[in-house]
């Protein structure tokens, strides 16, 4: 038999369990393991909690914070996911396509949307800013202040518009919209503070038709939110879940991120015009539909058929009496409505040595001669401030173009009224919306009666007015449309200002009084806006015209 010798293992394995064993028997050392374990529960408690604390809050719809005082904090929300009801970007992209770059470069948009739709969110959007962009001078682009500004506002939601309302600074920020689409619908009309929106790229003054780097756009947006939560201390973010923006940058830097979901758009109201922060007055765009995809495929349509209305109207327009020329204009689609018929109602007496003079507001370059077919007369004229040489050549009333000079032009409108009647608008300039301009007292001072006229305009596919773009084609893209639709009313006659005024105040009171009972027929809200303004706001001059 072996003798069983000790295992050298086993004999250090039980000198170490007595030494653990003594160690821990030890009061001193388990004193100081007690502290030690308090000290790591403290820092669990209090550290790691803190830290755990400052990530975000994820929450859904961001309607809770309609019942929250929000005035000291920043809120960040993303302008695609967040603040507009649509979620396709087709239709903005067209608007600049179409406005910008024209007819040819919109087609080429629409034609392509179908293989768009079958790439990539991102692979998409970059396509669309190279079609709509590309080639388009940077100082001449004025889409993104004059056109786009009415369909964004358009699109907006009222619950989302709501909660912007509330806070305090307010920072819109887009991940797939050029800063030069969407700053001057931001800043001027919903009174954004800050916008962050990707920069695009410019070579020769011209747009490539490409968009800067993430990672640039990413930065900027880190810089701005780290300065934000520095000043106010709490940052709160609305965004979507398509969107990218939520998954690094709000969750890094806001204490609450909201969550709006496309069902949540689809029950939200759009924003009303009276609750426009700033009211839409001026707009510019031959487009007057939102160039949604089935819009688009309809107007595209309609073109052929355009072009040969057009054509038909401005012959019938110009070669056929009155008598004639109106049920076929009617015929076409061209509407004309007329109420308080003034030819039935007024008799000119035979004594009476001077015409009579109507004043009406001013919405398209056709406005005179529509007030020619309501009075059923084809010798009345009318006076322009700045008016193409080809409007005037087609024109089939006489035209006579004023020179600026107030002692001049009321001269010759005077001697305008002794061989007939006389349509002025004394507006100077068209508008769209519901607003009338500051009237030029110059009219009051020439007749001693004087008609006002009361005209509105409905059109479904084109404007037919432009600030920015060739004035010769306004009557043609009016002809273009498939209903152009004018109503005309004729008001109680006003006398003017012709007698003694040593204070110069009755000219203006008179005007001020035309204008008020306009605006007052077609519920339409007075203002001392001026032509000058709207051409600064949208054509960036003053508006005079070249001669074409």
């Not at 699109?155 to 912007?164: K, P, R, W």
């Not at 084809?378 to 700045?386: A, D, E, L």
Request: aromatic share 12%; hydrophobic share 40%; proline share 5%.
């Amino acid at each position: 038999m072996h003798c069983l010798k000790p295992n050298k293992e086993n004999t250090r394995r039980k000198e170490k369990k007595s030494k653990k064993k003594s160690f821990l028997q030890n009061p001193n050392m388990s004193a100081k393991i007690s502290i030690f374990q308090a000290l790591v529960f403290l820092f669990y408690r209090f550290i790691l909690r803190r830290y755990r604390n400052s990530k975000p809050k994820y929450q859904n719809g961001p309607s809770s914070l309609l019942q929250s005082d929000l005035s000291r904090h920043t809120l960040i929300f993303n302008v695609e996911g967040a603040l507009l009801k649509s979620d396709s970007l087709f239709p903005y992209f067209m608007l600049v396509a179409f406005e910008a770059g024209g007819v040819i470069r919109s087609f080429l948009l629409f034609i392509l949307y179908p293989l768009i739709s079958l790439m990539s969110h991102e692979m998409g959007v970059k396509v669309m800013v190279m079609v709509s962009f590309f080639g388009i001078k940077k100082e001449g682009f004025r889409a993104g202040r004059a056109v786009l500004p009415k369909y964004f506002l358009e699109d907006v939601g009222l619950e989302m518009f709501e909660v912007l309302k509330r806070g305090g600074k307010k920072i819109g920020v887009s991940d797939d919209l050029p800063q030069v689409m969407i700053e001057g619908f931001l800043r001027d009309y919903l009174e954004i503070d800050v916008v962050v929106g990707r920069e695009m790229k410019v070579v020769g003054g011209y747009y490539l038709g490409i968009m800067e780097d993430k990672t640039k756009h990413d930065l900027v947006f880190d810089e701005l939110v780290r300065k934000e939560r520095l000043n106010t201390g709490r940052v709160i973010g609305i965004t979507s879940f398509n969107t990218s923006l939520h998954r690094y940058l709000f969750s890094q830097f806001c204490q609450e991120i909201y969550f709006v979901k496309k069902s949540d758009k689809r029950s939200w109201q759009t924003l009303p015009r009276s609750q426009y922060p700033k009211p839409l007055i001026f707009h510019d765009g031959r487009l007057a539909i939102k160039p949604t995809l089935m819009n688009t495929l309809v107007l595209f349509m309609w073109g052929p058929f355009a072009a040969a209305a057009a054509a038909a109207r401005l012959f019938v327009s110009l070669c056929i009496p009155y008598s004639l020329s109106i049920p076929i204009l009617a015929f076409s689609g061209c509407r004309l409505t007329v109420t308080n018929d003034y030819v039935s109602s007024q008799k000119q007496k035979p004594s009476q040595r001077k015409g009579c003079l109507f004043v009406c507001n001013h919405r398209t370059l056709l406005d005179p001669l529509y007030v020619a077919f309501a009075l059923r007369k084809k010798n009345i004229k009318t006076v322009t401030y700045s008016l193409s040489r080809v409007s005037e050549i087609l024109a089939p009333i006489k035209t006579v173009r004023l020179t600026r000079d107030r002692v001049s032009d009321g001269q010759a409108m005077e001697k305008l009224l002794t061989e007939g009647d006389l349509v002025v608008c004394p507006e100077g300039t068209t508008c769209r919306e519901p607003y009338l301009l500051r009237f030029s007292p110059l009219f009051t001072e020439v007749s001693d009666v004087i008609v006002p006229v009361a005209v509105t305009v409905h059109v479904t596919f084109f404007y037919g007015t432009t600030a920015s773009g060739l004035k010769a084609l306004d009557p043609l893209f009016f002809l273009l449309d498939p209903y152009p639709t004018y109503t005309i009313q004729f008001l109680d006659p006003v006398s003017g200002a012709t007698c003694q005024d040593p204070d110069g105040k009755l000219k203006f009171e008179v005007a001020n009084n035309v204008q008020s009972d306009i605006g007052k027929a077609l519920d339409f809200e007075c203002t001392s806006l001026t032509r000058k303004d709207k051409y600064l706001i949208l054509a960036g001059n003053n508006g005079v015209v070249k001669k074409n």
